[in-house]
């Protein structure tokens, strides 16, 4: 059963950093590609960053150069660095690993 720990949400003022964790046990972490995704309320959710398992990134275009996701395989770590954030940033970010599996998601607002 792959289990997630997810933190580092929280309030922040516009133009501020968070950095959000994702720590997986249950699974062969380091085999798996990771993401994270988030939803604001009354949208769909969406992908932010994803990582391969071998370092491969990509971002949504909303959060290019302003975001970075990377990967712990020891630790069985995902990381989500976010700077200069925006209102429009705020939602529930959720942990992915391999597509299918979830976390419970950590709440990020971004006040003006």
């Known amino acids: 059963q ?3 720990v997810e933190s580092g949400g929280g309030l922040v003022h516009a133009g501020g950093s968070l950095r959000l964790s994702c720590a997986v046990s249950g ?4 085999i798996y590609a990771m993401a994270w995704y988030r939803q ?3 949208k769909q959710r969406e992908l932010v960053a994803s990582i391969t398992s071998g370092g491969r990134t990509n971002y949504a275009d909303s ?3 302003r975001c970075t996701i990377s990967r712990d395989n020891a630790q069985k770590t995902v990381y989500l660095q976010m700077n200069r954030l ?3 940033d705020t939602a529930v970010y959720y942990c992915n690993l391999d597509s ?3 976390g419970h998601g950590t709440q990020v607002t971004v006040s003006s």
């Not at 699974?27 to 380091?30: K, L, P, R, V, Y």
């Open 27 to 30: 699974s062969i972490f380091s």
């Open 86 to 88: 925006k209102p429009e």
């Open 63 to 65: 959060v290019k150069g």
């Open 2 to 4: 792959v289990q997630f």
């Open 40 to 42: 604001a309320p009354g």
């Open 100 to 102: 299918h599996f979830w």
